[in-house]
């Protein structure tokens, strides 16, 4: 099989993390490196992992954690479709089995809250785990003056965890935002859409989604 650990180390693979992140940087987005794809990976595998998936089905969302924003290296207008594409050149390439390079395209072409929908398993882990990764380093301005809203909302959370109870069938992203940097509104004008998604993921995992800020639930 295939890994996690092949695929992270592959250089072509790293080759196309840093010229992607590269492009988002010239854009002015945030973070879009191996900090975030390693946390989406580690992430989208623990959260099937507590669910009882079976090991080849948590590292193919492993696989899909390190390969769901290469498609930036093209643009970042439909970069999961072209980070669907770009995957399945180099898992075909890699002799990834055809019924595992369908199930990581599949869950990386799904990933994006524009055209993404959580297809299967692995489609609403990955979802799940990238819109849950907001956090302060994730910033690149160091000018707090000329800060734009992704900035600031990204910047004022302070402490972010996402929690998956099994047994009360509930994953739980649970932040702590400085509103004198961002207020809680600022949070919902541009993650609202990926809240939803998140909520969509967790219940084709058979789960409720609730989003915690400051200790109220929100959602």
Not at 98 to 104: G, L, M, N, R, S
Not at 152 to 162: F, G, I
């Amino acid at each position: 099989m295939i890994s996690y650990q092949t695929i992270k180390k592959n250089e072509s693979v790293r080759e196309y993390i840093i010229a992607a992140d590269e492009s988002l940087k010239a854009l002015g987005y945030t973070e879009h490196s191996f900090a975030h794809i390693t946390k989406v990976a580690e992430c989208a595998g623990e959260i099937l992992e507590s669910l009882g998936y079976p090991e080849h089905t948590v590292e193919l969302a492993k696989i899909a954690g390190v390969l769901h924003d290469i498609g930036n290296l093209v643009n970042r207008s439909e970069h999961s479709q072209s980070g669907a594409v770009m995957a399945f050149r180099i898992l075909d390439n890699l002799g990834m089995p055809a019924k595992d390079i369908a199930t990581v395209v599949t869950a990386i072409g799904n990933h994006d809250e524009g055209t993404g929908i959580p297809v299967n398993a692995v489609a609403a882990a990955l979802i799940i785990a990238d819109k849950s990764d907001v956090r302060r380093t994730r910033v690149r301005n160091s000018d707090f003056s000329t800060f734009d809203i992704h900035d600031r909302v990204n910047y004022s959370v302070t402490e972010s965890s996402l929690g998956v109870f099994a047994d009360k069938k509930l994953i739980e992203l649970k932040l702590t935002i400085d509103t004198e940097i961002s207020s809680v509104m600022n949070y919902f004008e541009i993650f609202l859409g990926r809240m939803l998604m998140c909520r969509r993921a967790a219940e084709m995992l058979g789960l409720t989604f609730e989003l915690n800020i400051n200790n109220q639930q929100i959602i």
